[in-house]
């Protein structure tokens, strides 16, 4: 069978088992570069030297947080297809994935919000940017969300984040008055909760993205700074205020408490309180 044809056919399965659709683009880019490099031949003509000699190549240029999501998708790939018997062996078994060090994430301050929240020039932006703050959404649930979502009697959205899974998040009152302002002032009947200005139809990743990008760099600070870091910046922020872990980890819909002990790490404000009870 051909990468090209092995690859839609474990395409369709990860979308019949909730694979979101985000997630299934990134493979797809980096089913794009496999078959590039190989060419679109057999998936049993791949050996695990051939695949050992790619990721050495692409990794001299590539981060090892890179490289590892390169290896984690190539190792799903094919060991579904052994699972599904389109190969008789597993050219990945033995494939491992680049040790990298702890990344701790950047945030920003709470002078820092101040500034970004100074640099909003409509009520859009302001009421993006208080939502993603105050929310700790990711940028890709934030896209989704449409008006009729919101419940306003206690400030609060259901989303769908990774592996299609719905939580609740909620929003302050600084982001209520905004979305507020901001969906009395617009026109249309576009069901998104954030449109596009021109011919207004539901914002992208990217477009969310310029948004973000542009505030930031007419803010004092007058740095570029990423949406995720509004989320480390919420996450941050309430650990800071004393929220315990596990509060925390199901607000940001992590399914790991690993991945959220890492904003202790952060937490500059609570390290110097032990520091000067216990010092």
């Given at each position: 069978m051909?990468?090209?044809?092995t690859w839609?056919?474990?395409?369709n399965?990860?979308l019949?088992e909730?694979?979101?659709l985000i997630?299934l683009?990134?493979?797809?880019l980096?089913s794009?570069?496999?078959i590039?490099?190989f060419?679109?031949?057999?998936i049993d003509?791949?050996?695990?030297d051939?695949?050992?000699q790619y990721?050495?190549?692409?990794?001299?240029?590539l981060k090892?947080?890179?490289?590892?999501h390169?290896v984690?998708f190539?190792?799903?790939?094919?060991r579904w297809?052994?699972e599904e018997?389109k190969?008789?062996?597993?050219?990945?078994s033995?494939?491992k994935?680049?040790?990298?060090?702890?990344?701790i994430?950047?945030?920003l301050?709470e002078?820092?919000?101040e500034h970004?929240?100074?640099?909003?020039?409509?009520a859009?932006e302001?009421a993006?940017i208080?939502?993603?703050?105050?929310s700790?959404c990711?940028?890709?649930?934030i896209v989704?969300?449409?008006?009729?979502?919101?419940?306003w009697?206690?400030?609060?959205?259901?989303?769908r984040?990774k592996g299609?899974k719905?939580?609740e998040?909620y929003?302050n009152?600084?982001?209520?008055?905004?979305?507020?302002r901001y969906?009395?002032?617009?026109?249309?009947?576009d069901a998104?909760l954030f449109v596009t200005?021109?011919a207004?139809?539901?914002?992208s990743?990217?477009?969310t993205?310029?948004?973000i990008k542009?505030?930031?760099?007419?803010?004092?600070?007058?740095?570029?700074?990423s949406?995720?870091?509004l989320?480390h910046?919420?996450?941050t922020?309430?650990?800071?205020n004393g929220?315990?872990?596990?509060?925390?980890q199901?607000?940001?819909g992590?399914?790991?408490?690993?991945?959220t002990?890492i904003?202790a790490e952060l937490?500059?404000?609570?390290r110097?309180e032990h520091?000067?009870?216990f010092?």
């Open positions: 051909l990468l090209s044809t839609q056919s474990y395409y399965d990860k019949i909730g694979y979101s997630t683009q990134a493979y797809q980096q794009n570069l496999l590039k490099h060419g679109d031949i057999t003509q791949i050996t695990t051939g695949l050992k990721l050495a190549k692409v990794g001299a240029t090892p947080a890179s490289l590892a390169r984690r190539i190792k799903s790939f094919f297809a052994h018997g190969i008789q062996r597993n050219p990945t033995k494939l994935e680049p040790k990298s060090g702890t990344r994430p950047k945030f301050t002078k820092e919000i970004l929240r100074e640099a909003c020039q409509t859009k302001h993006l208080e939502f993603m703050y105050s700790g990711r940028i890709g649930e989704l969300i449409n008006r009729r979502d919101i419940n009697s206690n400030n609060s959205v259901v989303v984040g299609d719905e939580r998040v929003f009152i600084r982001s209520e008055i905004w979305l507020n969906l009395n002032e617009r026109k249309d009947k998104a200005d021109r207004p139809h539901r914002l990743i990217a477009q993205r310029y948004i542009n505030v930031s760099l007419r803010s004092e600070f007058n740095k570029e700074i949406p995720h870091q989320r910046s919420y996450a922020h309430l650990m800071d929220a315990p872990l596990e509060v925390i199901s607000l940001l992590h399914e790991k408490s690993e991945t002990r904003y937490s500059g404000k609570q110097h520091y000067s009870k010092f």
